[in-house]
């Protein structure tokens, strides 16, 4: 028996309440590690931070090497393209 579009639509509605709460724990958790780590206390351009942390992520998920042979291409603004400045 196939589900009426209403509940389908409310248990997507959970899925979405459940998605948001985990992605609060993990920024809660990824915030609370990098203030210990000194993160807080650094002036750095939110654009050069969430690079940092996409090189670093890669390293952890063995997807590149630890040293970067080119430089990110960079826009007018001297932000790197296509980052965004919420971190």
């Given amino acids: 028996m196939k589900k009426p579009s209403s ?3 409310e248990e997507i509605a959970k899925l ?7 992605e609060t724990r993990e920024a809660e958790r990824i915030g609370r590690i990098a203030l210990k780590a000194g993160l807080g206390e650094i002036e750095i351009d939110d654009a050069k931070l969430v690079e940092a942390l996409e ?3 890669r390293r952890f998920r063995g ?6 042979k080119s430089p990110p ?3 007018s ?3 790197s393209s296509g980052a ?4």
Avoid: H, M
């Fill in 63 to 68: 997807g590149g090497s630890e040293t970067r």
């Fill in 84 to 87: 965004n400045n919420e971190a």
């Fill in 16 to 22: 979405q309440e459940q998605l948001k709460a985990a």
């Fill in 77 to 79: 603004t001297g932000s």
């Fill in 7 to 9: 509940r389908i639509k």
């Fill in 73 to 75: 291409a960079q826009n």
């Fill in 55 to 57: 090189d670093l992520a």
